[in-house]
């Protein structure tokens, strides 16, 4: 079992939808990441998030330290949203300082 | 402000070669970490230095190897290469180690 999963791994979604993706870890950390990577390579970071919740424009993301879960939503989707979702735990303890998951592919149709 | 450049964006080798890749961070950043993505394995995580000192380290062999310099501009080497070691080689750098990342473009590599 991955120490950090996501899921759903593949979603397609249409333009104005409200899309929620999840991440679940087994590890104890310091810190999770949402990272974006548009096709091509490129990756931007979108969050780190140690506790509650932080807004980004239409786009949320929310932690809970006790589940060890955490969401990132997107509100009003539209196409230019369409990347690869990942999240990244940064381990508070071990040799392993960031572990990601495998990563969320979203498209979103007009 | 300049970004997180990285050279050279891509890049051919052959097996048993070796290989330095460089990044270059933000002006006034000083940490730099380094991952390795493929196809198979997704995003691992490198190692991570901060002031030329190596904070972290991923769980990769001694093949790979990196240091800093003084003005914050990291390199990474890659040993006796092998055909899995084709990846999207990405630095990130940040102002220290628990602060936002910032990736660079990143170098990909084919080995053959």
């Known amino acids: 079992k991955n120490e950090v999963e996501q899921s759903p791994q593949n979603l397609t979604a249409q333009e104005g939808e409200f899309i929620t993706i999840n991440c679940s870890y087994s590890?104890?950390?310091?810190?999770l990441h949402w990272l974006q990577q548009h096709p091509g390579g490129g990756i931007v970071s979108l969050f780190m998030?140690?506790?509650g919740k932080k807004k980004h424009g239409r786009l949320i993301a929310t932690i809970n330290i006790q589940e060890k879960h955490s969401s990132l939503h997107i509100t009003a989707s539209h196409p230019r949203d369409s990347a690869v979702y990942i999240c990244a735990v940064e381990s508070g303890t071990g040799t392993y300082k960031y572990i990601f998951g495998t990563g969320t592919r979203l498209k979103v149709l007009a | 402000k300049a970004g997180v450049t990285q050279t050279p964006r891509y890049l051919i080798k052959t097996r048993g070669q070796q290989v330095t890749l460089s990044c270059s961070p933000i002006?006034?950043?000083?940490?730099v970490s380094w991952y390795q993505q493929t196809p198979g394995q997704g995003l691992q995580f490198l190692f991570e230095?901060?002031?030329?000192?190596?904070?972290n380290k991923g769980n990769f062999p001694g093949r790979f190897s990196g240091r800093q310099f003084s003005n914050s501009r990291s390199e990474m080497n890659v040993s006796t290469l092998e055909l899995g070691d084709s990846a999207l080689y990405l630095c990130?750098?940040?102002?220290?180690?628990?602060?936002?990342?910032?990736f660079g473009p990143g170098t990909r590599l084919t080995v053959t």
């Open positions: 002006s006034g950043h000083r940490s």
């Open positions: 998030l140690s506790s």
């Open positions: 990130a750098s940040s102002l220290h180690t628990t602060y936002e990342q910032y």
């Open positions: 230095y901060f002031s030329e000192t190596q904070r």
């Open positions: 590890v104890g950390i310091s810190a």
